[in-house]
């Protein structure tokens, strides 16, 4: 064991085997997640074994549209059960948060909660998609083996990496469009000491699933007309809406959950999916679940424009009130679904303006917005692009879609500057854009840098006495203490040399007594408080006694801060294997 430990810890081969490892068991927690989820959904709606639900038209029990009301019931009831049982502190750690913040650590009871939820939520016919807890499961799977093997913490974030690009790859059977997920949100940059252990990963991933399930049902667009160079001024135009049609649910999500604030948090969640099973009712039945059955639809059927816009207006409204009320899932099957109905409604609308009929093409509209929506939403536009290629079959949409993927990644970034991912943390109060791993500054605390000796003296000393304690030589600065044994501020061991006898006290040469340091800042919190103060080395006080506990210089900080920047830059390019 101790071996297998090592080999794990020091060998790329081993941690490409790990990998295999940790993508084989992501694949059969998919089809864990989604057999689970789907029962719950026959059960409820009386689904056959080959329908989806928001594409199946045997809804005949109006009373199954409560559904959504009961989940959101079961899931409040589940919530109040977690607590009693283990009360919570925090929310629970997800796969992004744990690389950029914790060093790619996930507690065992957070993702089992968070699929626990999930499935409830999507089983129940929330407007959520599985996405979120199949990541959520890869990735607690990976963490939980890294720990064991005593990985170290780039090694851990790497493997959380290959956890979520192995449940994306299952989830869609779509091998690169996990790998990169998995390198644009989770691990949060690209390196070729990454590559194989994150491909390996997917590709294990793939070959459980496809065995389990069959091969994934193809998206089906039809024969695609050779792309003339008037469709790429529409296909930015294209992106540039999806954007803001994006930004508008992500700010409406927010919007929910100010309106339900009012609603005792035991309800909220069954309010939101009254209000969902009634758009279901009286819209669409379409917005129910994460949107399978609706999609396959929208690209093979040909609706009408007053179809499309009720479906794209009751989708989007659904999906930003589950998640507002509270139901757990993410948006990234629904950023598909909402994208391809808004393709094919900028289709409709470009034909009604007389466009040329070889920028026609449904299909291809349809696949553009789906690629464009879902870079604006889950924030990774080389993932939806491969998304494409590989659902599609058809390498040609691809170059089609590029430009308004790009648009529509911009149009996010510079109007508002998160992800849907990013954007909860942000309603959370926690400043995370990427997964970038900033955890680390955190760590690197003024606690930790501190020295825990420094040279004290009372501020009653007088001149003479100061001078005999401490010579020219023997230290560069004293932390002054008042009578009561408080910090009262700092004096220059060279200033008070040069102080004549019959000069002033010690007193007036006091320095920064309002800028101290507490043990719990990190290393960007201090530099900043250096900065403002002009100073060259402060004191650690205790915040509630005022007693001095430590010192710390600027110089010493910032060596600290390089070192661990540049071992973060060796971590990621793998210069340090």
Same mark, same amino acid.
């Given at each position: 064991?101790?071996?297998?430990?090592?080999?794990?810890?020091?060998?790329?081969?081993?941690? &490409?085997?790990?990998?295999s490892?940790?993508?084989?068991?992501?694949?059969?927690?998919?089809?864990?997640?989604?057999?689970?989820?789907w029962? &719950?959904?026959?059960?409820?709606f009386?689904?056959?074994p080959?329908?989806?639900?928001?594409?199946?038209t045997?809804?005949?029990?109006?009373?199954?549209?409560?559904?959504?009301?009961?989940?959101?019931?079961?899931?409040?009831?589940?919530?109040?059960? &977690?607590?009693?049982?283990?009360?919570?502190?925090?929310?629970?750690?997800?796969?992004?948060?744990?690389?950029?913040?914790?060093?790619?650590?996930?507690?065992?009871?957070?993702?089992?909660?968070?699929?626990?939820?999930?499935?409830?939520?999507?089983?129940?016919?929330?407007?959520?998609?599985?996405?979120?807890?199949?990541?959520?499961?890869?990735?607690?799977?990976?963490?939980?083996?890294?720990?064991? $093997?005593?990985?170290?913490?780039?090694?851990?974030?790497?493997?959380?990496?290959?956890?979520?690009?192995?449940?994306?790859?299952?989830?869609?059977?779509?091998?690169?469009?996990?790998?990169?997920?998995?390198?644009?949100?989770?691990?949060?940059?690209?390196?070729?000491?990454?590559?194989?252990?994150?491909?390996?990963?997917?590709?294990?991933?793939?070959?459980? &699933?496809?065995?389990?399930?069959?091969?994934?049902?193809?998206?089906?667009?039809?024969?695609?007309?050779?792309?003339?160079?008037?469709?790429?001024?529409?296909?930015?135009?294209?992106?540039v809406?999806a954007?803001?049609?994006?930004?508008?649910?992500?700010?409406?999500?927010?919007?929910?959950?100010?309106?339900?604030?009012?609603?005792?948090?035991?309800?909220?969640?069954?309010?939101g999916?009254?209000?969902?099973?009634?758009?279901?009712?009286?819209?669409?039945?379409?917005?129910?679940?994460?949107?399978?059955?609706? $999609?396959?639809?929208?690209?093979?059927?040909?609706?009408?424009l007053?179809?499309?816009?009720?479906?794209?207006?009751?989708k989007?409204?659904?999906?930003?009130?589950?998640?507002g009320?509270?139901f757990?899932?993410?948006?990234f099957?629904?950023?598909?679904?909402?994208?391809?109905?808004?393709?094919?409604?900028?289709?409709?609308?470009?034909?009604?303006?007389?466009?040329?009929?070889?920028?026609?093409?449904?299909?291809l509209?349809?696949?553009?917005?789906?690629?464009?929506?879902?870079?604006?939403?889950?924030?990774?536009?080389?993932?939806?692009?491969?998304?494409?290629?590989?659902?599609?079959?058809?390498?040609?949409?691809?170059?089609?879609?590029?430009?308004?993927?790009?648009?529509?990644?911009?149009?996010?970034?510079?109007?508002?500057?998160?992800?849907?991912?990013?954007?909860?943390?942000h309603?959370?109060?926690?400043?995370?854009?990427?997964?970038?791993?900033?955890?680390?500054?955190?760590?690197?605390?003024?606690?930790?840098?501190?020295?825990?000796d420094?040279?004290t003296?009372?501020l009653?000393?007088?001149?003479?006495?100061?001078?005999?304690?401490?010579p020219?030589?023997?230290?560069?600065?004293?932390?002054?203490?008042?009578?009561?044994?408080?910090?009262?501020?700092?004096?220059?061991?060279?200033?008070?040399?040069?102080?004549?006898?019959?000069?002033?006290?010690?007193?007036t040469?006091?320095?920064?007594?309002?800028?101290?340091?507490?043990?719990?800042?990190?290393?960007?919190?201090?530099?900043?408080?250096?900065?403002?103060?002009?100073?060259?080395a402060?004191?650690?006080?205790?915040?509630?006694?005022?007693?001095?506990?430590?010192?710390?210089?600027?110089?010493?900080?910032?060596?600290?801060?390089?070192?661990?920047?540049?071992r973060?830059r060796?971590?990621?390019?793998?210069?340090?294997?």
């Amino acid at each position: 064991m101790v071996l297998l430990r090592s080999r794990m810890r020091h060998g790329e081969v081993g941690l &490409i085997v790990l990998a295999s490892v940790v993508g084989a068991a992501t694949g059969l927690l998919v089809a864990g997640i989604g057999r689970a989820s789907w029962s &719950i959904q026959a059960a409820l709606f009386a689904l056959s074994p080959t329908e989806r639900l928001s594409g199946s038209t045997g809804l005949h029990r109006p009373l199954a549209l409560l559904a959504p009301a009961a989940g959101g019931l079961a899931l409040a009831l589940l919530g109040l059960l &977690i607590a009693r049982i283990a009360p919570r502190t925090r929310q629970p750690v997800d796969p992004i948060e744990a690389n950029a913040l914790h060093g790619g650590r996930i507690p065992a009871r957070d993702g089992i909660e968070v699929v626990a939820q999930n499935v409830l939520s999507n089983g129940a016919g929330a407007s959520v998609g599985l996405e979120a807890g199949y990541t959520q499961a890869g990735a607690t799977a990976a963490a939980l083996f890294g720990e064991w $093997l005593g990985l170290r913490r780039s090694d851990l974030r790497l493997l959380v990496g290959c956890g979520a690009a192995a449940a994306i790859s299952a989830a869609f059977g779509a091998p690169l469009t996990g790998a990169f997920y998995a390198f644009e949100l989770v691990i949060g940059t690209y390196s070729l000491a990454g590559f194989l252990p994150v491909v390996t990963a997917a590709l294990a991933a793939d070959g459980v &699933i496809s065995a389990l399930n069959g091969p994934p049902v193809a998206l089906l667009i039809g024969e695609v007309a050779p792309i003339g160079p008037g469709f790429y001024p529409m296909s930015l135009l294209l992106g540039v809406v999806a954007g803001l049609v994006a930004i508008g649910i992500m700010r409406a999500v927010g919007i929910v959950e100010t309106l339900l604030r009012p609603v005792p948090g035991f309800f909220r969640p069954m309010v939101g999916g009254l209000v969902v099973g009634l758009l279901a009712l009286t819209a669409t039945r379409a917005v129910l679940g994460a949107g399978h059955g609706a $999609l396959h639809l929208v690209l093979d059927l040909d609706l009408s424009l007053k179809a499309l816009l009720v479906l794209l207006v009751a989708k989007a409204a659904a999906s930003a009130i589950s998640v507002g009320a509270g139901f757990r899932g993410g948006l990234f099957f629904a950023s598909l679904l909402l994208g391809a109905v808004l393709g094919r409604v900028g289709g409709e609308l470009a034909a009604a303006l007389g466009a040329r009929p070889e920028v026609l093409d449904a299909g291809l509209w349809a696949t553009a917005g789906m690629a464009a929506f879902g870079a604006a939403i889950v924030g990774a536009p080389l993932a939806m692009t491969f998304l494409v290629i590989e659902t599609t079959g058809a390498f040609a949409p691809a170059l089609a879609v590029l430009p308004a993927v790009a648009a529509a990644a911009l149009t996010v970034r510079r109007l508002f500057g998160f992800s849907f991912a990013t954007w909860r943390f942000h309603l959370r109060g926690e400043a995370i854009r990427s997964a970038h791993d900033i955890g680390w500054v955190r760590d690197l605390t003024v606690g930790r840098l501190m020295r825990h000796d420094p040279r004290t003296a009372p501020l009653g000393m007088s001149v003479a006495d100061f001078r005999a304690a401490f010579p020219l030589g023997s230290t560069t600065r004293v932390v002054m203490l008042d009578q009561a044994g408080h910090y009262a501020g700092i004096v220059l061991v060279s200033e008070a040399h040069a102080l004549p006898e019959d000069g002033p006290g010690l007193d007036t040469l006091l320095h920064h007594q309002n800028a101290v340091l507490t043990e719990s800042m990190d290393a960007k919190a201090a530099m900043a408080l250096f900065d403002a103060s002009g100073a060259e080395a402060l004191a650690v006080v205790a915040p509630v006694t005022s007693r001095v506990t430590g010192l710390l210089t600027e110089a010493h900080l910032l060596r600290r801060y390089g070192e661990e920047l540049e071992r973060r830059r060796q971590d990621e390019t793998g210069l340090n294997g």
